[in-house]
């Protein structure tokens, strides 16, 4: 795909992601070509990679509309994560932490720190720090040692809307939280404490889903007064 293309897919997943397109809502070709000032060519290549990636719904003869996806879909889905995310951090603390994964936990501990400590927070900040959230909680399922466990967290990660929007309303204050949550977290693995770290860790996935059910469902209320439109003009595709 080409830079253009690209650009295009970037705008529409950013759109997506903010609710400036209603779920449901149907996004028109030409329309968003004019807008963007572009050729349908890439839009008509961002619309079917978007689909691909579960964001966009293609219905024959009715074109390209935005997956439906509600702040009630968010907040069942979190009610899961934190149950098997606590399991997960209970049956670590349990087993404990080789000495391999005791390492990287020190390791990410360290280098989230290093983030915080650089005083900034942008786009890169904050996906360099996804990342190393995602390791962090990725060492906790490994020391579980319930293959079936982490699946069932892997699916309730994968769903493609939920992805793109977890990290969207994330600033500096939420990231030095979230990493004390993780210490109190790693403490209680680290000390041997299944109850403590399972409570700890259902309530650091609530607060989490919680956080994005608010902000989903001021975007819903939005849509709900007409203040958000299918055919909204772009004005930036970068």
Not at 148 to 159: A, F, G, M, P
Not at 170 to 175: E, G, I, P, S, V
Not at 217 to 238: H, L, M, S
Request: glycine content about 4%; charged content about 25%.
């Amino acid at each position: 795909m080409s830079t253009r293309g690209l650009e295009v897919v970037r705008a529409l997943r950013n759109r997506i992601a903010t609710g400036a397109y209603a779920p449901g809502s149907r996004l028109n070709e030409n329309e968003l070509a004019v807008a963007l000032k572009v050729s349908r060519t890439p839009v008509r290549s961002a619309l079917s990679t978007l689909a691909a990636e579960g964001l966009l719904v293609y219905r024959p003869n009715s074109g390209y509309s935005v997956r439906q996806f509600s702040s009630r879909d968010i907040e069942e889905i979190y009610a899961v994560r934190a149950e098997l995310d606590g399991m997960a951090a209970r049956l670590a603390a349990f087993n404990g932490f080789s000495d391999q994964q005791r390492g990287a936990h020190h390791r990410l501990l360290r280098e989230t720190e290093d983030i915080i400590a650089e005083d900034v927070w942008n786009e890169d900040v904050c996906r360099r720090w996804s990342d190393l959230n995602s390791a962090f909680h990725a060492v906790i399922h490994e020391a579980a040692g319930n293959s079936y466990l982490v699946r069932s967290i892997h699916q309730t990660n994968e769903i493609p809307f939920f992805a793109l929007i977890r990290f969207n309303w994330f600033d500096r204050d939420m990231l030095r939280r979230s990493h004390e949550e993780h210490l109190e977290i790693s403490d209680a693995i680290l000390n041997n404490q299944p109850s403590r770290a399972q409570s700890l860790e259902a309530e650091h996935v609530y607060r989490s889903g919680r956080r994005l059910v608010e902000n989903w469902r001021r975007i819903e209320e939005k849509t709900r007064k007409g203040k958000c439109f299918a055919t909204a003009v772009i004005n930036d595709a970068a």
